[in-house]
């Protein structure tokens, strides 16, 4: 399961998984991402051409619902630059590494036999 799975599935709120899965959404995220040619609008302020992947709510979905469809609040952007702004939803990956157990032998060396 990748990060986004793992987010979907156990920390997104259900109301919002049911929003970015409406029609609405997705027409509205394609016109947000054809208006900004498809390029990662952070990337493009430091003058790097990046393809947009994620259309980003400037103001939370959560914090602003009435926002939630309004382009002026939205803004394309590559994968790395939305983890920036979203770090939390890559914290599974780097809390749950997994520690190996090594088992260590210790031996002496065969004395010399003369």
């Known amino acids: 399961m990748n990060n986004q799975q793992y987010y979907d599935k156990y920390k997104r709120n259900k109301e919002a998984k ?3 899965n409406s029609t609405a959404w ?3 995220r394609e ?3 054809k208006r900004d040619n498809y390029l990662c ?3 493009l302020r ?3 051409i990046q393809p947009a992947d ?3 709510h400037k103001e939370h979905l959560g914090d602003n619902p009435a926002k939630a469809l309004d382009p002026e609040n939205l803004e394309s952007l590559c994968n790395a630059c939305h983890n920036e ?3 939390e939803k890559g914290q599974k ?3 749950e590494k997994k520690t190996r157990k090594v088992r260590v032998i210790k031996s002496e060396a065969n004395p010399l036999i003369i």
Do not use: D
Request: proline share 4%; hydrophobic share 30%.
């Open 46 to 48: 430091r003058g790097i």
């Open 18 to 20: 049911k929003f970015y």
């Open 93 to 95: 990956a780097k809390s």
């Open 31 to 33: 016109y947000v991402l």
């Open 26 to 28: 997705r027409k509205c």
């Open 41 to 43: 609008q952070r990337c």
């Open 85 to 87: 702004e979203h770090p």
């Open 54 to 56: 994620v259309v980003h």
